[in-house]
């Protein structure tokens, strides 16, 4: 399985929207706790309108984002704290069926897992798809 993910730090929409294009992604799976962002047509709503005009579907599962401790660690540079709080995270059954919903989903056409950081490193979603579809070939994107 292939699966792509994408950060949206630092981007415009129009570039996020051509890095993923350009990988031939139909779908972006958003991993975000809270899907609002500061930065102007990255919450839930604009984001979904945005990617349905570029023929990209959208889903959102929620139990697959970091909770507000986690983010906080994130926030800090505290990593290990992030893996600590996030491992936990993903032991809940909303998180593990979303997970299993997640791979499901990437097996049925090209996906990317979304969230803001640029630098996957430093980003839950790396940590997700190690845990939920480990040998998965991950491509990252860059906007």
């Known amino acids: 399985?292939?699966?792509?993910?994408?950060?949206?730090?630092?981007a415009t929409v129009g570039e996020?929207?051509?890095a993923?294009?350009?990988?031939?992604?139909?779908?972006?799976?958003d991993v975000r706790a809270v899907p609002n962002s500061r930065r102007p047509g990255f919450s839930k709503t604009p984001l979904r309108n945005?990617?349905?005009?570029?023929?990209i579907?959208?889903?959102?599962?929620?139990?697959?984002g970091t909770p507000a401790d986690g983010r906080a660690a994130a926030r800090a540079g505290k990593q290990m704290?992030?893996?600590?709080?996030?491992?936990?995270q993903l032991e809940l059954p909303e998180a593990i069926a979303q997970g299993?919903?997640?791979?499901?989903?990437?097996?049925?056409?090209?996906?990317?897992?979304?969230?803001?950081?640029?630098?996957p490193a430093g980003c839950h979603r790396s940590l997700l798809l190690e845990a939920v579809t480990p040998g998965a070939?991950?491509?990252h994107l860059y906007a």
């Open 1 to 10: 399985m292939k699966i792509f993910t994408i950060g949206y730090e630092g």
């Open 16 to 18: 996020f929207l051509e």
């Open 20 to 29: 993923l294009t350009q990988a031939g992604v139909k779908r972006v799976i």
């Open 50 to 55: 945005a990617l349905a005009d570029a023929g």
């Open 57 to 64: 579907d959208y889903v959102h599962l929620r139990a697959l």
């Open 81 to 88: 704290e992030l893996e600590r709080i996030y491992a936990g």
């Open 100 to 119: 299993a919903q997640m791979a499901g989903l990437a097996q049925e056409e090209p996906s990317a897992v979304l969230c803001y950081e640029r630098d």
């Open 137 to 139: 070939e991950v491509v």
